[in-house]
Each structure stands twice: as C-alpha cells, then as structure tokens.
C-alpha cells in the first residue's frame, strides 16, 4: 500500500518554510493533511490552514473533528469563513452546522451567501437518519431535448462543484425526476442523439423520509455509485453519493454491535464521550437485566432445599449458565446478522427452527455426553453425572431455539431485531436451564 | 422508492408470451430478475434465459446462486455457456469458477476464449481474502503522451467491457502506475491536454497480496469509485470497483458478528448450510468455554461448607454472573468495534483504561447500591445485602477492565481483537466475579 507519508509540518510550519509546506499540501490527500493537522497547536494549525491552496482548505476543514473545526472558525475572518462555507459539498455543510453550538452556526449561516443559506436550512430539516439528512442537492440535471452535445456543455459548466457528475438525473420542466443517463452511455451515444432517447427511465430512487439504512441496502443491491431522492410527487430533490452510503453502512454496523452488547448505540467517538454520558448508554439496560437475574435467583431460593441437601448440584450452575448463554447467542447473532444482510426473512421461520432444532440436538448430545464422562470421572456418581449431562443438552436445545426464534419474533412485532441479542437470550436461557436442571435432579434426587 | 415489481413471469413463461416476457426482462434490474429466475422451476428457467437478450443474460447469471448457476449450466450448450463466460466481468467469473464442482469448471474453461481461461486461471492463483482475488483486470489504461481527445478515443474503444470507465489508469511502456486521471478531469480539460500533465501522480493503491479488509479502509478513507492494485514491481495488474468493497466490509461485518458469537465464521448462506456444518462451526467454541466453566465450577467446589452454612448466597449467582457478563462485554465490544472502525488503537490503551475505571466505578456502585436495597427489603438481612452489593460493584468494575484491555491485548500480539469478545470475557469474569463473592463472603461470615 502506498499512502504517502508526510514529513514533520510542525516543524516546517515554525521554520516558516512556505513553499515546502504549500508543495506538502498539495500533494497530500484531504483526509490525510486533516488529520495532521489534528495534531498541531492551535497557531500553527491557522498558519497552516491559511498556507492551503483555497479549494483544498473547504475540503480539509470537512474532514476535521467536530472540535478543530469549532476551534479553527473562531481564528478565522469573516470572509475566509464565508470561503469555506460556500466550498464545502452541501451535505458536509449541514453536518457541519449540526454539530456546532449556536453563536458558531449564526455567525456561519451569516457569512453563506443566500442561496447556500437557504439550502442548508431547507436539509436541517429532514429528519435524523433520514434520506433527506444525508443527500446532497448539488447534481447535474439534464432536459430529455437535450442532445448529448448540449449534456456535455452543461457536465462542463456546473460540472466542477457536484458531487457527482458521472449520474445525470433527467427532469421534465417541474422537475419530476424522469429517468437517468450515465456519463458511460453519453460518451458512447452519438454527440446529435437526444438525452430522452438514451436515458434509462423507471429509475430507482428513494424518498426523503426513508430510512438511510434502506439507502444503504439499495446501494449494495444496484451496485449503484449515486442514488437520487425524491418528495412525495416524485420530484428530485437530491442525491445521494456511494461514499456516503459506505458510511451509513458502516455506521449502522456499529449500532447493531451497540444494541447487540445491551448499549443504546452512539456515534459519538468513545476517546471525546465523557464518562456520564458512556454509562449512561449503558447502565439501563445493565438494570434490566440485573432485576431479571433477581428472577433467577429467585429459581434457586426455591430449591434450596434440595442443594442443601446435595450441594454437590451447586458446581454445574456456571457451566450450566455460560453455555446455554454461549449457544443462545451463536444462534441469535446468525439470525440477527442473517435479517440484516437481507439474506434471511420472517417467512423462513420455519426453515430456521427446524435447521437450529436438528443442530442444538446434534450440539447438545455431544456437549452432554462429554459432561457426563467428565462429571463421573470427576465425582464417580453417575447419576449426577446423568442429571448434568441431560440437562446441559435440554438447555442447548431450548437456548439454540429461544436464540432463533425471539430476533424473528421482535422482527414480526416491527422491533429491531438486534435487541434480541446475547444479553436478553442469555437472561432468559439461564431462567430455563436452571429450572430444567433443579426440575430433573428433583425428580431423580427426591424419588 | 420504487423498485419495479415484475408480474407473475411464471405464468407469462407456460402461456408462451415471449414479447411480454421480453418486455419484463428488459425493463427489470439484473438482481430482481435473478431473484425471479431462482423461484421458478428448472424449465420455466431456461426458457426465461434463453429468451433474455444476450447482453442482460450474463449480468443476471453472475446474481444467480451456485446451485441454480451449475443447474443452468447442465441445461446450457455449448456455445450459450461461452456466450455468459465471455460476457462476464472477470470478477465474478473467478467467484463463480471458485464455486463450481470440477466438471463444471471443466467445461466452463473449455468453452472460455484462450485469452479468457488464462485472465482466469491468473486470478485464481491470488490468495482467499487478498486484495488479488477480488480484483478484476478490466480497466481503461492510458499513456502520458495521449490528448484528451486520444483518451477519450480509447473510452469509446475498450470503455464498453470496463467495470468503470470513470478513472483511467496512466501506465508507462512496461505498465507500471504513474497516475489516475478521472473522466472528470478529461471533461474539464481541453482537447489538446496533454494526459501526462492533467494526471494526479501519487496514486493510493494497493498490492495483490495485502488483506481486502484493508481494500475496504482505503475506499473509505480516501471516498474512492475505484483502486487500482498493483505487483511488488508496481505494474499495475488489476483495480477493485467500489461495489465490490462494499461486499467486502459486509462480508469483514458479517465475520466479526460470528466471531464475536464464538462461531467459526463463514460466507455460506445459512439457509443452504447442512446441519454438521453449523454445527462444525460452533461446536468447537462452545467445548473450549464448556471446559472453561468446569474451573469456574471447581471454585465453588471449593466453598462447598461455606454455603451448605448460609446457603441464602446462593441465589445472587445469576445475577452476579449475568451482570459481570454483560458490562464486560459492553466494554469489550466498544473496543473491538472501536478499533475496527479505525478509531481507537493501541496507543489509546491507557485513555481507555483509565475511562473504564471510571465509567466502572460509577455504574459499578450504582447496581451495587441497587442490590443492597433489594436484598435487604427482600431478606432482611444487611449482612448478605451488603456483601452482594459489594461482590456485585468490584465485580462490574473487573469485568468492563478485562473487557477492554483484553481486545487491545489480543491485537498487540496479533491475534483478531474479535476474539477477546462476550463469550470468552464472560468466561473469565464468571471465575473472578464468583471468587470474589465467596471470599468476601467467607471474610464476613466466618468472622
């Protein structure tokens, strides 16, 4: 791999050795120059901030953290803050104004020309997660009796500051989204063939109020690079770009790992969240589950009498608890992960529970038998061996299908389905397990 | 959004109305038509191929899935199955040759052009998981010396068959990378521009031998459509498309769930695995945890008397196993993920650590108070309540602390941080929460 690697900037920046730097900068990919800038003093960041070629400095400043950016804008001018709002994309404007307290994003909104002005607050409005929050309104949009000359003199006019230029989005004269034409079909239509002859129409798109997880589903289905979005009378409002999707995507992985680990998911970096708010996601559902562990104790309370006089039966409980937990989550988490990848659905119900009913057999039987050689050879009482042994492979049976079938259950009743994940399975196995084992070895033991 | 639904093709197939059918062929995305055809019995599937038009024919057999691909196959001639292996792109005729039983690549390769068979073979020698094995070798190469209009010639040319035309990749005579230039540039440059002086130099690539997951960081990273991948030599051999990159960190997501479920992880269709398959795969996990909760186990063993004595401790073990589980697991998934995303790393250890410690203490203290209210209404006795609640607050605090130092552990010697994930962290905690419960017990009411 062969990201350069830049020389120490700090040290050029306090040498005041400005071509260097400038030659630096402009052969340093965005993100890259971004994050070394991360790293200096507040003073130098501003020298070198200010040394960037100008339409590099709007697509740095998009790449900043949330805080550089807050601390860079208060050293800024009037003007060269009204240089950066107008140069970033649309959509990195709006994230950027999201973030920002109040007086910083007055005195943005006031240094943005009108027309940005107005565009920004008309994205501020679409809802959180949305497809709206995540498109841009900068594409090139053609006419159906334009010729592929004409598309070309217009990529060529508004072409420089789109997001994308290589989809070209069709509309009629009220804007009414028609069909689309890539850049691949221009360049091999004849330059006199009209743009309504060449498009493809019946285009996919999505609606501003969709879910942007959705958006990344139809990214990775279409192997799409833009997707357009549209109101409710189908006119095109926006779009939205292949990277932005790959980050949605990414993004909606870490909550599901968030939800599935019992933490309400945040997209807050972990190193800036301050401590309240990081056990704050975490602790209400430690509660739940804690009060629902009291539930279990209260199992065992209820056979007291029956350790106390074999407390021999206490030594299996953690091995009894941790594997029903461990085949619990096994097959939840491939439920969970089998819905959100599109690859399994609630009608294969079916084909689910008898596939998780023929493993756990096969798991449960193995994994039994093999505590009962061990726990005879062990304490050389088979009977309790016996007692262990059948029970660990009715808990693997009851956890595999509990594990399978509540993520489906939670999908059916419209919840997400990665709430049922190890945590609540493990809570509510162990209830099982416990009760199956004491039930057995009272049948055996008191007979 | 709107993805076109397509009528009942079956129907349309057995009343013979080809026009109709090919109208709905035409008009309908590959992958939708793919999903189609994979419902639809053997014959009703072959007379639908067959009256596909022949460009479209490849691109939805490359969507179709193994078995209904060698099903297809069996029912193809000759020169139809050269027609698909031709009109594949190169990638995925590798993925579907790396799927098929030998005969079936036999006669696949037999069929291929000679230029074709060797592209293949070349690909198939690249290692599983390289950034070589899913690559593709179809790109749009051009000189230093050439025009934009020389450049755009040659899109015209060869830019049908490309996976992307929209970056075209510079080479010198003997074909090593010397810079990109996208389709962008060529239409914002003049004619006569010289490719040479409007090329980006510099150009982020990667080696046919490094890991696709670090494909996927770079596309991220940098938002890019395209990678080109080059030898040791750096002749450029191939380039990566982003769709493919997107399946890529699906894929790279979908193997940390299982890990991180104690699962061997695999890309196979849960609903086509076998059951000794599954089954393979999670056994092995569940044995080495099984043994591992046996010395969990043996510690209470060791406090038999202690709890034949006062066996009302017995009853706070779910709740003190489940809880230690779930916050260490809590933490350890924030670091696993964490890193993943390339947003912790190593050298954050302490940071990490000393934020756990906090986050631990204050949720630690705040279950544990919790507890001792309850134990105390519900039994009376402050005793137990009080050396529940403690047991329960060292015990959150041990888990979230090996929860997050065990992922950074495991990927300072090299291992998967995944590994270090609920399962095993449970296991662990378990052994502690529970040697710590009995010794301060054993403190207390011994004394």
């Known amino acids: 791999m062969s990201i350069p690697n830049t020389p120490d900037l700090a040290s050029l920046i306090d040498a005041k050795k400005h071509r260097e730097i400038k030659d630096i900068a402009t052969n340093t990919k965005a993100?890259?120059?971004?994050?070394?800038?991360?790293?200096?003093?507040?003073?130098?960041?501003?020298?070198?901030?200010?040394?960037?070629?100008?339409?590099?400095?709007?697509?740095?400043?998009?790449?900043?953290s949330p805080d550089t950016q807050e601390n860079l804008i208060e050293l800024l001018t009037d003007p060269e803050l009204a240089y950066i709002v107008e140069g970033l994309f649309l959509d990195d404007a709006v994230d950027f104004v999201e973030e920002m307290p109040a007086n910083v994003v007055k005195r943005v909104l006031k240094n943005a020309s009108e027309e940005t002005r107005k565009q920004i607050n008309q994205l501020l409005q679409y809802q959180e997660d949305s497809a709206g929050s995540i498109m841009t309104t900068e594409y090139v949009d053609l006419k159906e009796e334009m010729t592929v000359d004409d598309a070309f003199a217009r990529i060529r006019k508004v072409g420089?500051?789109?997001?994308?230029?290589?989809?070209?989005?069709?509309?009629?004269?009220?804007?009414v989204l028609g069909g689309v034409v890539t850049v691949k079909t221009l360049l091999l239509s004849q330059k006199t063939d009209k743009?309504?002859?060449?498009?493809?129409?019946g285009v996919i798109c999505v609606n501003t109020g969709d879910d942007r997880e959705k958006v990344a589903e139809i990214f990775q289905r279409y192997d799409l690079?833009?997707?357009?979005?549209?109101?409710?009378?189908?006119?095109?409002?926006?779009?939205?770009?292949?990277?932005d999707a790959?980050?949605?995507?990414?993004?909606?992985?870490?909550?599901?790992?968030?939800?599935m680990a019992a933490m309400e998911p945040s997209d807050e970096p972990y190193?800036?969240?301050?401590?309240?708010?990081?056990?704050?996601?975490?602790?209400?559902?430690?509660?739940?589950?804690?009060?629902?562990?009291?539930?279990?104790?209260?199992?065992?309370?209820?056979?007291?009498?029956?350790?106390?006089?074999?407390?021999?039966?206490?030594?299996?409980?953690?091995?009894?608890?941790?594997?029903?937990?461990?085949?619990?989550?096994q097959s939840s988490t491939l439920i969970i992960r089998g819905m959100a990848i599109g690859e399994l659905r609630l009608?294969?119900?079916?084909?689910?529970?008898?596939?998780?009913?023929?493993?756990?057999?096969l798991v449960g039987s193995i994994l039994g038998f093999i505590n009962v050689v061990y726990k005879w050879c062990l304490s050389g009482d088979l009977t309790l061996a016996l007692i262990v042994g059948a029970s660990l492979c009715i808990t693997v049976v009851f956890a595999k299908l509990?594990?399978?079938?509540?993520?489906?259950?939670?999908?059916?009743?419209?919840?997400?389905?990665?709430?049922?994940?190890?945590?609540?399975?493990?809570?509510?196995?162990?209830?099982?397990?416990?009760?199956?084992y004491f039930w057995i070895a009272g049948k055996v033991v008191g007979a």
């Open 402 to 436: 509990i594990g399978c079938m509540l993520p489906l259950l939670a999908k059916r009743l419209r919840f997400d389905p990665a709430l049922m994940a190890a945590p609540i399975v493990t809570t509510i196995v162990d209830a099982c397990s416990l009760s199956v």
């Open 195 to 201: 743009i309504g002859d060449i498009m493809t129409p």
């Open 31 to 64: 993100i890259d120059l971004a994050e070394e800038l991360e790293e200096l003093g507040q003073e130098q960041r501003i020298i070198l901030f200010r040394s960037l070629p100008k339409d590099a400095a709007a697509d740095i400043f998009s790449h900043l």
């Open 160 to 175: 420089m500051d789109k997001e994308t230029i290589y989809t070209c989005y069709v509309t009629d004269s009220v804007r």
């Open 347 to 361: 009608s294969d119900w079916f084909s689910i529970f008898w596939k998780e009913l023929r493993v756990s057999l």
């Open 271 to 329: 190193l800036s969240a301050g401590i309240f708010k990081l056990a704050k996601h975490r602790i209400m559902w430690l509660l739940v589950l804690m009060v629902s562990a009291f539930f279990t104790g209260g199992i065992l309370t209820h056979y007291e009498s029956l350790f106390s006089a074999f407390p021999a039966l206490i030594a299996a409980i953690p091995m009894l608890m941790d594997t029903g937990g461990n085949a619990g989550s």
């Open 225 to 243: 690079i833009a997707l357009p979005v549209v109101d409710t009378e189908r006119h095109l409002v926006g779009i939205i770009t292949v990277d």
């Open 246 to 259: 790959m980050e949605v995507l990414e993004e909606e992985n870490t909550e599901d790992f968030h939800i």
